[in-house]
């Protein structure tokens, strides 16, 4: 309560209620502690709970993680574990440095706890993410780097855009996650057709062999829109198994505007992407879906209105080996992250005391 009754109040109101201006003060903020190491050392070792587990080869200190979006540029690396995470994802990066779509492009729904954006993958690049992380000490936590497509690129041009970025990219990921699913940049989501992701997802595998050398490979990890209809969703679910995907992460923003609030139309009728508070439901039942439809054949991530201890939990519940969290870190502030930790942890414990009785 003292981050939603204290801090929040102030964060809403930088720069005049501007949702941009405010997450470039907090990043320049989570900057600075990523680069105090002792005091980054203190809060790792005070906010970080165990809870132990290892998803797609990757061995996590918990399953909470952050999602893609807020740190697209890997400058506040340090300062994820701090906030206790147990893993981070950064990006979206694209191959080429562009700086989004015009703004003012993200609006917060209060009431609704909801957030719209159309950012268009505003990143520095590829090969400046690649440099930021050489220099970078040690993350302390697994990190996944979510890779797109730059928007000036045509689709025809894609499967190599994406091959640039895994190459600049591939000696700081422990896992990568393709973007195809972002509403934000035109012509994106086609590329989850299967024709065209199977191409896609064929050549960023045969490229990560490559890389690996004979090392074990990074895991790939595909994102989908929670706007697929079932046989579309479905028909993708068919070829990442097909093409041995490591697993997915359920779901991106979504451009259906259910669970907003009437007072707060304005900001529904914003275009881009909705995360936040009404996709809680919704995302949950795509991950209950993905689990039924492949037998438990594929790891999933959870992502989508986590907001609270519970929802995370019932992410778990629905299929999810993993979580991520961004609105609920906006809206509720760092400590949901332990206590989904500190509520996972409970709810495995049961599990294995009913497991052995």
């Given at each position: 309560?003292?981050?939603?009754?204290?801090?929040?109040?102030?964060?809403?109101?930088?720069?005049?209620?501007?949702?941009?201006?405010?997450?470039?003060?907090?990043?320049?903020?989570?900057?600075?502690?990523?680069?105090?190491?002792?005091?980054?050392?203190?809060?790792?070792?005070?906010?970080?709970?165990?809870?132990?587990?290892?998803?797609?080869?990757?061995?996590?200190?918990?399953?909470?993680?952050?999602?893609?979006?807020?740190?697209?540029?890997?400058?506040?690396?340090?300062?994820?574990?701090?906030?206790?995470?147990?893993?981070?994802?950064?990006?979206?990066?694209?191959?080429?440095?562009?700086?989004?779509?015009?703004?003012?492009?993200?609006?917060?729904?209060?009431?609704?706890?909801?957030?719209?954006?159309?950012?268009?993958?505003?990143?520095?690049?590829?090969?400046?993410?690649?440099?930021?992380?050489?220099?970078?000490?040690?993350?302390?936590?697994?990190?996944?780097?979510?890779?797109?497509?730059?928007?000036?690129?045509?689709?025809?041009?894609?499967?190599?855009?994406?091959?640039?970025?895994?190459?600049?990219?591939?000696?700081?990921?422990?896992?990568?996650?393709?973007?195809?699913?972002?509403?934000?940049?035109?012509?994106?989501?086609?590329?989850?057709?299967?024709?065209?992701?199977?191409?896609?997802?064929?050549?960023?595998?045969?490229?990560?062999?490559?890389?690996?050398?004979?090392?074990?490979?990074?895991?790939?990890?595909?994102?989908?829109?929670?706007?697929?209809?079932?046989?579309?969703?479905?028909?993708?679910?068919?070829?990442?198994?097909?093409?041995?995907?490591?697993?997915?992460?359920?779901?991106?923003?979504?451009?259906?505007?259910?669970?907003?609030?009437?007072?707060?139309?304005?900001?529904?009728?914003?275009?881009?992407?909705?995360?936040?508070?009404?996709?809680?439901?919704?995302?949950?039942?795509?991950?209950?879906?993905?689990?039924?439809?492949?037998?438990?054949?594929?790891?999933?991530?959870?992502?989508?209105?986590?907001?609270?201890?519970?929802?995370?939990?019932?992410?778990?519940?629905?299929?999810?080996?993993?979580?991520?969290?961004?609105?609920?870190?906006?809206?509720?502030?760092?400590g949901v992250v332990r206590a989904s930790a500190r509520r996972y942890r409970r709810s495995a414990?049961?599990?294995?005391?009913?497991?052995?009785?």
């Open positions: 309560m003292l981050y939603q009754n204290l801090a929040r109040p102030v964060l809403f109101r930088v720069g005049r209620g501007d949702a941009e201006r405010a997450h470039d003060a907090t990043m320049r903020w989570l900057t600075r502690l990523s680069e105090q190491r002792q005091v980054r050392n203190a809060l790792i070792k005070l906010n970080r709970l165990s809870a132990p587990v290892t998803v797609c080869g990757i061995p996590f200190p918990n399953p909470i993680g952050l999602a893609a979006g807020l740190d697209k540029n890997g400058v506040a690396v340090g300062a994820w574990p701090a906030l206790g995470f147990g893993f981070a994802e950064i990006g979206t990066v694209t191959a080429q440095a562009q700086p989004g779509n015009p703004k003012p492009r993200m609006f917060r729904a209060k009431q609704s706890q909801a957030i719209v954006n159309r950012m268009g993958f505003n990143n520095e690049g590829a090969q400046a993410l690649a440099a930021r992380l050489q220099a970078s000490p040690a993350v302390d936590c697994p990190l996944g780097i979510s890779i797109g497509k730059s928007k000036a690129v045509p689709l025809e041009g894609a499967i190599d855009d994406y091959l640039t970025s895994l190459r600049f990219l591939y000696p700081f990921a422990d896992y990568f996650a393709v973007n195809v699913s972002s509403p934000n940049t035109p012509g994106l989501r086609q590329l989850q057709d299967a024709g065209a992701l199977r191409a896609l997802l064929d050549a960023l595998h045969a490229e990560g062999r490559r890389l690996a050398a004979g090392r074990p490979v990074r895991p790939i990890l595909v994102k989908i829109a929670p706007d697929l209809t079932e046989p579309a969703l479905a028909q993708l679910l068919e070829v990442c198994l097909d093409t041995g995907v490591a697993g997915v992460i359920a779901t991106n923003t979504t451009l259906g505007r259910d669970g907003i609030v009437p007072a707060e139309d304005a900001v529904a009728a914003e275009p881009g992407g909705m995360s936040g508070r009404p996709l809680t439901a919704f995302s949950r039942e795509i991950v209950r879906f993905v689990e039924r439809e492949t037998g438990g054949r594929l790891p999933i991530i959870g992502s989508g209105g986590i907001m609270t201890p519970d929802d995370a939990q019932a992410m778990f519940d629905a299929g999810a080996s993993l979580v991520q969290i961004y609105s609920g870190l906006i809206y509720n502030g760092p414990s049961r599990h294995r005391s009913t497991s052995h009785a």
